[in-house]
Structure formats: C-alpha cells, structure tokens
C-alpha cells in the first residue's frame, strides 16, 4: 500500500491555512503547534502536506481534532480526511468529534420557550422532585406525572424542566426544551400542533410549511441531533391518539415529560410517577408563603389553628390557595370554612369555586370570563377593554381574582409588563358560566375582536418600521384566535380588515402555517361578494406560496385572480394581480416577462412604497438577467427614494443589491462596505431572510479575497438559516456553492 496520497496532503493544507486565517496566525505557526502535540518537528508538517501519510494514527486524531474544533470544518469534510489519511476507526473517530447523538456539545444558544412561572415561589417537593428526575435517566422515552386537579403537575414539571436546563451539573442535561400545553384551549393540541411548537421553538418556522409526514421526519431528526425535553401538559384533555404514539416512541436522545390528571392503559410503556398532596412541611410553607401574600398572617396566632384545614385540603395546592383567600374574604370563623370543605367531600373544587364566584362585583365575574377568550395570556388592557371594566373597578376586580387564585399572574421580566392567565380547573369553571351569561359573552367577544382590530390597525401604516412587530408578539396567538373566531362568527367585514393588516406579520414572522387565514378570508369575501377584498386576500397567500417557492400551488391561485380580475375594472385590483403575477414569474425565472410587469406596476401605483419595492424587483430581475449597468442604475434610483422616504426595508435591499453588484464587478472595497451595512441592518431588524442572503454574498466576497475558512463560515451560518425558514430554493443554492467552494479547495 502506498504511503502517500495528493488527497490528504490537499486536505491537510485547507485545515492548516483555514486554522492560521480564523486565529490570524501564520501557517507555519499552526504546524510548530501541532507537532509539538505530537512530539515532531514542523518540517514533519511539510512532508505531509505533500502527501505523505503519517505512520502513527496518534498524529492523524490530532490534526483532525485541530480541524474541527479550531479550523470549524464539518463532520462530512472530517470523513473525507480520515477517509484519505487511511485511518483504521474513522466510524468512531468522527463520532468522537462530529456527534450526531447524545454526545452532540451543547449549542452556544439555548432554545426554549419555558413559560414564566405563576407563583411567586415554588415550594420544593423533593421526593416528586427527585423520582421525575430518576424518570428522565431511564430508557422510556415519555415520563408520566399522574395526579388530580390542582396538585401542582405543572409547577413541578416547570421547576424540573428549568432544572434540567441551567442545571446540567447536578440534573439530567437536556440542550433544548419545548413547552405545549392544552389548559388553554382543550382538545385542539394534536401531532401536527406539537411539531410546529417543537419547529418554532429550535428555530427551524420553515418546517411548518411542508407537508405532515415530511414536517414529521425533520422534526424528528432535531430530536436525534440534539437532547429536546418535550414538556406536554393536560394531556387529559388531548385526544389526539398519535400525539400519544409518537410520544412513546420519541427519538432519542430526546424525552418527553407528560402531566394528566388521567392514567390510561396506553401509557403502559411510559415511566409513571403519582403525585399526591402536599406533605405536612410542603404545605406549610405554601401557607407562610400565602398568608404573607394575602396580609393576613396576623390572624393565624398558631400553626394548629390550621391543621384542620390542611386535612380537609389534602394537602391539595390549589384548593389550599383558594380556600386562604375565601377565609380573607367570607370572613367566617375557620371551623365554617373547614366544615364547609368536609361537607363538599369529592366535589372539592366545585364548591371552592361556587364559593369564590359569590364574592366577585360584577367587573370581577367579567373580567373572569373574559380570560376564557384568550389561548394562552392576557394584558390588564386586553382585559379591561374586552369586559368592560376600567380605572379603579378594574383594579379592585384584579385584586381579589389574584387574591382568590383565580387568576394566575406572571411577569417574564421586570422589562416585561405583567400578564394574566388561568389555571385550568378555573378555565373550566369560568367556560361553564360563560354558556349561562349569552348575552354579556356576544358583548364581549365584539369588544374582545375590537381591541385585537385596533392593535393591528394602529401598525397598519408602520409596517416599514419592522421594530414596531414587536408590538404583536406578545398577543400573536390571541390576534390569530381572534381573526379565526370573527370569520367563523360571520363579523365579515371586520374579519377580512384584520386579515388583510395581519398579513405582513404572518410574512416577515414566518408564521406560514397561518397564511391560511388569507385562504378563509377570501372565502368569506367571495360569499359575500366583495371582490376587491377577495383578490386581495388571494393575492397575499399566493406571494406566501412564491416566496416559499410552492410554484405549483402559486399557479393554481394565480390563474383564479386572473379569472376573477376579468370580472373587474379597478386599478388598485390590476395592480395587486400584475404584483403578484410580477413575483410568480421571477421565481419561475422568466424574469423580462417579470421585469416589464414590475415596470408597469410603477406606471400604476400610486403608492410610494410601492413604487420603490417594484423598482427593486424589476432591478433585481435585471440582473440576473445578465443585465448589471441597467440593473445598477435602476437600484441605486430605487436605494434613493428609500432613503428619502425612510423606507428601512427598501433601504436594507437596495445596499445588499448593489453589494452583489459589486462583487461581479470584483470590486471587493466597495462590495465589503455595502455588504457590512446591508448585514447590520438585517440583523437590526431580525431580518432572516436578508441575513441569509448577505451571507451568501459575504462568502463570494471572502472567495475572492481567497479566504475559504471565512467563506465556508459564511456559507454554513446562511445554510442553517436558510433551513430554518424553509428556502428550499436559497438552501439548495446555498450547498451547491458551499460544493463548489470545497472543490476548488482541493484543486488547489
């Protein structure tokens, strides 16, 4: 067998060159570094960039360890070296250090969407605490904590998955956590909810497009690459019957940990793990904590006055809680209080809440129902407008909710402001009195759709300034609940307004998944024929579906708004539908056929805005037609109305354009001087989509300053991106150039 092969030599001098230009050595400092690990001296080094093959296996590992780990190389370019080196275990050497498993290092960022915690203080439960803990080190892939209403099932599950995250020490480590709960709206988690919360949450929203079974697979390989902790709480109310399948069999190394109040012979192969009451000591620091909270510690002189109620209680958190409150309030004597308990038996929380809901003022009693419209959480102000309560009513109401612990409040940050949510014992309780209160409840579903109308309505002329979405995060599931809830209730021309504002959003968010809300829309404009509003709604999902490069299904819709634009003489409506046909044909690559639509949309339009964004895409057309001066005169018209108008989005493309440009005229100053504001903008404004694509631009750059290290680094942050959104297109240009990066590296 020879001992030599060009292949490694090549190799070994892209790991050494790409190591020197990351840590901005030289490359004979990098080899003086690297024998002396060994034991050599750095004229070995040269002899094997020749080509010739190290005789000790000890030299190939420690090179291939510099490589990955100093020289950021990937796992495949690690099998090709190995490969050449002739190395006797690459299998276990590339494991080592390229894991695809559990032994994966943990990502520099931790993906998690724990939610804040609605108690003030968690009262340690240490057995509980330490068997979930034990469950999670066993082979079964769900653990199961079973137990009734209001025990604390999902405190503990909170506390025990925070742990598991920052706590990696001491605790079973997991790289990830993802949080889905059923409390807010019962029975509507599924497989399909649960892998779009799991996408979302690992930062992969592209993957909530594709279709279930192929969203199913690429969800899964997030779970094999990384630790997850999968947190799915109320399972009781799920009933989804492969959401229980799947969880089961989840991957590994990932686990999932389930509360329900219900155990079902089908959870034979998870780890169960009961929780009961409250043990003596638990539940006396709950009740400090409490009285302290309800300032009413000075009436309790000493601990036995309470063991009565402890008892009654079972040591139940919840029933605890409400039951301190009631004695604030009824102001009875607490043998009532404990006999009323007793004399409720099994229907504990019945009469608890009966109980409470006769010592709420009427703003109390709506504020509480009201709650029950919202998914997941809720603002002092989304609260007081939809139940129509205000100032010190409103105030007075909260208070006594809080008190009562019926409503749960929590706070992300002291940045943050506070926000309210249900348990959902309570949540059930409320919806119950909502069925007997008609009337009020239609009232305030019209408020409560009003209030999300006139949170979008106020961005609806401010959609440049991408900083202000931010105003929607916190409310986009409600928004979304809100939108669906008034097309489903036939409030149609209010529905089909909050449709059409929601749309950028949607777009720029990512959330694809809830483009369907466009679709909807349009059906209910069509039956009420409103044809403006029809195709633009249609319009909209169509842009949705190019940008996605779902062509086929783009066509389908584009050819009914050319069927229904027939039927109309609008100007505004001609302009939407050449716009779109316009985006149809440049993602088709028919681009002068996109270019002369582009330009009469420009005659057309009256907006600014738009005449800057269509003057952008006919450039943009321009050139990748080949057509780089007439391109470069167009852009730069286009960069200067943005600028002007303060445009920041036109004013993001228009320098990343003219950057590209620059770099085909290998103008590498002036491309990295476009490219370095173009990069700072979208990161600015969170702008994946631009950041990608400037990436792949930065590494064209890098290629013509011969930097690979820089170029592949480039390549590979644009390549997660690009994943991560769903660019099927951008991805697959992407590796094709990182391919011909690689290639030319070797040839060298």
Known sequence: MSSRNETFGRLLKIAINSIATYEGKTAPIIEEELAEQVGLAGSALQRYKSGYLPPEPRTIEVIAEASIRRGLFSREWLERFLHAARYPQTERLVEQLCPLGPARPRPPRVYENLPAPTYSQFVMREQAFAEVLDGLQQRSAAVLIVGMGGNGKTSLAREVAAACLHDAATHPRCDALVW??????????????VLDTIARTLDYPGFTQFAHSEKQHEVEQLLRRQRVLLVVDNFETINDSALLTWLLRLPEPSKA????REYRREWRSSWPIELRGMSEAEAWTLVEQRLRQLRIEQLVSARQQLDPLLMATSGNPKAITMTLGLIKYERRPLQEVVDDLYAARGELF????ARAWALL?????????????????ASADALSASADAHGFAFDRAIERLVDLALLDVYQSDLGSPVRYALHPLVRA?????????????VSARRRWVDWHAKLIDG???????LKKLQMLDADHDSLFTAIDWAIANHATSQAIEMTINIYFYLYIRGFWNQGILLLHAANVAHAFNDLENEITLLAYYTRILCQQNNLKEAARYLSRLEQLQQTVQDRIIEERLKYTQALFLMRSKNLRQAAELWDRVVE?????HRKVSSRQWQATCLFLDGQIDAAEDLMRTALQAARERNLERGIMYGIYKLGAISLIRHDTQQASSLLEESLMRARELGDRRNIGNTLVLYAKLHGLRNNPAAAQAALSEALDLFERMGMSLELAEAREALRELQDHALKQ
Request: zero cysteines; a negative charge; hydrophobic letters at 35%.
């Open 180 to 193: 889905v709960s059923d409390k807010d709206r019962p029975g509507t988690t599924n497989l399909s909810v």
């Open 257 to 260: 940990l389930i509360t329900t």
């Open 350 to 353: 019945d009469d608890l809440f």
């Open 361 to 377: 003022d009427e703003a109390a009693r709506r504020i509480l129902l009201v709650a029950t419209f919202f998914p997941t959480s």
């Open 429 to 441: 309780f409320a919806a119950g009195h909502s069925t007997s209160q008609s009337e009020f409840t």
């Open 459 to 465: 961005l609806r002329h401010s959609w440049q300034d």
């Open 604 to 608: 057309m339009t009256t907006s600014e």
